[in-house]
């Protein structure tokens, strides 16, 4: 969408602002030379994000959503106003419903990141073109792009950030991954929008298998074209078309063979990953986030003092002898954290809807799990009717047969199917019932 080189603007405008260019080599077309740059590379890498693209969108707003944001007091904050989408009450089944979304959110979305950065490569001489802008529509189209580049660059660092516990930005990554996610929504869709047609043709200008068998000794440039991604003084070829989606592609390839591992919880591949460590060797040797010690749990809070109290119609306290003396019930369960690791376990414990019950409350409108823990961002969680009912969700007091250790959340912890792990409460204390 160049339009007419001027169109738009005042011509004299026009002109100064050509002859206004900055010295050095930036601003010249000349110096991007690389044989491999075209409309068609462009276009294929455009073609994977496009395909890619929307899943980590659409699995990012599940998450959103499975965070229950309309509940008050859940690690979503609840204050997006304006931007928020329509809430449902979470499901619980199936149960690894939200260890695939967000699996595939972050799995996809790191594995995107090689694809990305070729695709920036590709046009990057599009971004000291001169003049910088040659009509209105071009402009628009400019500031699009910048939402567009911006956006997705702050979505895939705060993303990576994230998961690598790095959380060296001073804001709250929710908010700003969620509101980061808006823009670049918006500037994807006008992008697609506008690209789309273009794509189509550039995709069949060369045919892939012809590229997949060309060697080195005969890449060619593509033909000059109208958008300046084709060097107009091309270098001798260094690398062949198909090195470079080889490059882009194993490199895809890497991080997900590095990463996958967590993602499914099988440690052996998570090499790059945060969460490799290990445990010990018993029931209790999976991931740990946040131990009892960083979370200030002391001993003397989880000892023969500990009571759980639970509030409805009536207060009800009880020890953990107390809570082992009910009906216990055992489940396998996924946990599944937003940053993209899971683990499935053996949890056995008390139903949440036997404390329902024994605090005497029916029109249940939804439930707050507190923990021991003081000065954390997870104290509490608030739950949905369906999790508080559900035949498998616990007050969880063992784990794969043993009791649960001090970094599992020991004496009890909430553990409920296809919830986000971050509600899965540890150390818990304290389940308050609330009437519809
Ligand atoms: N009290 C408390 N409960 C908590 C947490 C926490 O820090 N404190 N971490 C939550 C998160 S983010 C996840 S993914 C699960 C599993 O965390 P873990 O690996 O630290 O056990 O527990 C959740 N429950
Ligand atoms: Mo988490």
């Not at 609840?78 to 009450?89: E, N, T």
């Not at 950030?161 to 790095?166: A, E, F, S, T, V």
Request: aromatic share 10%; net charge positive; charged share 15%.
């Amino acid at each position: 969408m160049t339009g007419e080189p001027g169109y738009g603007f005042p011509r004299p405008l026009f002109a100064g602002l050509t002859r206004l260019r900055p010295p050095g080599p930036l601003f010249r077309p000349t110096l991007w030379r690389s044989p491999l740059r075209g409309p068609w590379l462009t276009s294929v890498f455009a073609v994977i994000l496009l395909a890619g693209l929307p899943v980590v969108i659409v699995t990012g707003l599940l998450s959103y959503l499975a965070y229950q944001p309309q509940y008050a007091g859940n690690a979503f904050p609840a204050d997006v106003h304006g931007l928020r989408l329509p809430y449902f009450a979470w499901p619980t089944h199936p149960a690894w419903l939200y260890r695939l979304s967000q699996g595939l959110h972050v799995a996809l979305g790191l594995a995107l990141v090689p694809v990305v950065l070729g695709k920036l490569w590709s046009v990057i001489p599009k971004l000291f073109a001169w003049p910088p802008v040659r009509s209105i529509a071009q402009l628009l189209e400019r500031m699009s792009l910048a939402l567009l580049v911006g956006s997705i660059l702050f979505e895939l660092a705060t993303g990576v950030l994230n998961i690598q516990y790095d959380y060296v930005f001073g804001f709250d990554f929710y908010t700003a991954h969620y509101y980061g996610a808006w823009v670049f929504i918006a500037a994807f869709v006008i992008h697609v929008g506008m690209k789309f047609p273009t794509m189509r043709r550039s995709l069949r200008s060369r045919r892939l298998r012809d590229e997949l068998r060309t060697p080195l000794a005969e890449t060619r440039p593509e033909p000059l074209d109208e958008h300046g991604l084709v060097a107009v003084e091309p270098a001798a070829p260094t690398l062949s078309r198909r090195g470079l989606l080889a490059v882009v592609g194993g490199a895809s390839l890497t991080v997900t063979a590095v990463t996958l591992g967590q993602t499914v919880g099988w440690r052996p591949s998570a090499l790059l990953a945060a969460r490799g460590q290990s445990y010990g060797d018993g029931p209790t040797d999976f991931q740990v986030n946040r131990t009892a010690r960083t979370a200030g749990i002391v001993p003397a809070d989880t000892g023969a003092d500990w009571r759980l109290t639970v509030v409805g119609a009536s207060t009800v306290e009880l020890s953990r002898a107390d809570l082992l003396a009910m009906p216990q019930h055992t489940a396998r369960l996924p946990i599944a954290c937003v940053e993209g690791w899971s683990t499935v376990q053996t949890w056995t414990g008390v139903r949440l809807r036997d404390l329902v019950a024994l605090a005497g409350v029916d029109r249940l409108d939804h439930g707050i799990v507190g923990s021991l823990e003081k000065n954390g961002s997870f104290r509490r969680a608030v739950l949905n009717p369906g999790q508080l009912r559900d035949a498998d969700a616990l007050l969880a007091l063992k784990v794969n047969g043993a009791d649960l250790s001090p970094d599992h959340g020991y004496p009890a912890r909430v553990i409920v199917p296809a919830m986000p792990g971050v509600h899965n409460t540890k150390w818990v204390s304290r389940l308050e019932l609330k009437e519809a």
